[in-house]
């Protein structure tokens, strides 16, 4: 949840650093701070509260000049955004620590630090770990040994990254269920949380493994594995368009997020299907044999991924008639499971690096699953590279915390997955090939989708001195509309609920009144009559109604005259579920941008949780 980068160079690091600190910022942007060893091979840092652009505006008043460097931008987990809580920390003025993660165990930790007469002057459990390595180094004059102790006192979830004014040409780094990601240059090398924060001086990296220790200089890398075994891991050309990591004319990511999804569509469905059939071995070569023998699918995912295995247990019982259970990855950690016969373990996440679900992922891995399958969107992850079987999304670079193209991809991934099982089955072809022609159309659809922009830039006005709302949806659109009020809820602060439209009547009902606006999607299907006479109960109590219809022309009736109502397009009734998304999108970003709050960066929120 933090972002980290380092370097180490024969040029002055600093504006190095804070460039790759404003890439990461979507991973915490509560504090920032710098600490480089200068040309007299002293420790010089500096902190601040709040964003980067105050990091650095702090920098031009004081300028750090070193060729080595640590830089952390933080979301704050233990103590307050403060400056004496932002990273890096200091031990002594020899060494400077940058850390993501969660150390469980501080507290015990600290006290005996103290008891040794070390000073703490934050909040954190980062300090611990930078105290730990000075007591240790003491003793025996060696870094790499004094890492090498302190990572046997730590538990928990880290990256660490480590620099001292006696070692000023070497950049240690660790992992340990936290992403790190060395990057190599020219007479110069690098360290960082995510590979975006070094795409403007290098497109080679090296994805560290657990466990792994690395020690950087201008010229060399020397990565340890656990047993302390020097190892070699792959590198990796990273080709990314510097362009998909700016706005561009866009205000803000998350609108040009929501106007690339068309594009997003087309890549992740590329390769991967005929002009009639989804090509078998999309998922792995070993795919086929496993998906013949699975008689159950055991989704686990969090946050928005969760809203997307929630749909997709619609579509794989109704294609596969393969049996579905979907749990939210913190909860299957901390209960007794009892896995299925023959059931696949599928995790689902933007980063694969999400910390409750990979910590699931590594408990099922342990357990009587018959393989695991991991979709994401990141090459490279953990979550990928531990997985049997995966599925790379292809969504492209998403920097706004509100998830938007990654989850219309992770849709449009599970729509293929569920009809390749369908193919495992050896059921009738006709139906998928009448689906896939389908998702041909689907990045032109979401194109004319996302022409009513400007209709949605209206609803949005009526919500913006709203405290609450309710989304209703049935089937696979009730997923959807659990999405829309998080997405409501995340960026405009607006409390959301999405709610099964049948579940009316079931309480939440007694909310609705004249002051409480109530966003439905209603679409032609099986089950329209019983949308409307749910829309009706709405009415009747005085409700606001805000409809998504395929169905115009019903709501122009005398019944729904008041109703505000925006066209879909027609499409399968499988294939609502993604284009009804769009909307929801557009309504949470149009509500936000009114009311002023950060869209790109909310309160209290981060891109990459990977702390529980």
Known sequence: MCGIVGAVAKRSVASLLINGLKKLEYRGYDSAGIAVIDAAQQLQRLRVVGKVRELENAMKNTPLMGHTGIAHTRWATHGAPTENNAHPFVSNDDFALVHNG?????TALRQQLQEAGYAFHSETDTEVAVHL???????????LAAIRETLSQLKGAYALGVISRRHPGRLLVTRQGSP??????????????????????????????????????????????????LVTREQHTLSI???????GDYRHFMKKEIMEQPEAMASCLHGRVSEEQVLPAIFGPKSAAIFSKTEHIHFVACGTSYHAALVARYWIETLANIPCTVEVASEFRYREIAPAKNSLFVTLSQSGETADTMAALRLAKGMSYLSTLAICNVAGSSMLRESALHFLTQAGVEIGVASTKAFITQLTALFLFALVLRQSRAMDAKLESELVKQLH??????????????????WARAFVNKQHAIF???????????EGALKMKEISYIHAEGYPAGELKHGPLALVDENMPVIATAPGDALLEKNLSNLQEVRARGGKLYVLTDQVHLFHQEAFSDAHVIAMPEMHALLQPILYTIPLQLLAYHVAVLKGTDVDQPRNLAKSVTVE
């Open 180 to 229: 790190l990601v060395i990057g190599k240059g020219q007479g110069e090398n690098y360290v960082a949380s995510d590979p975006l924060a070094l795409l403007s001086v290098t497109q080679s990296f090296i994805y560290l493994e657990d466990h792994d220790v690395a020690d950087i200089s201008i010229d060399n890398i020397r990565i340890y594995d656990k047993n302390h075994q």
């Open 102 to 106: 969660i150390i469980e165990n501080h």
């Open 472 to 482: 209703l949806g049935r089937n696979s659109l009730y997923p959807i509309a659990l």
């Open 241 to 247: 368009n510097q362009d998909s990591i700016e706005r």
């Open 441 to 458: 159309q689907l990045p032109r659809l979401a194109q004319k989708v996302l022409q009513q922009d400007k209709a949605v830039g209206i």
């Open 133 to 143: 390595i000075h007591q240790h180094y003491a003793k025996s004059q060696d870094l």
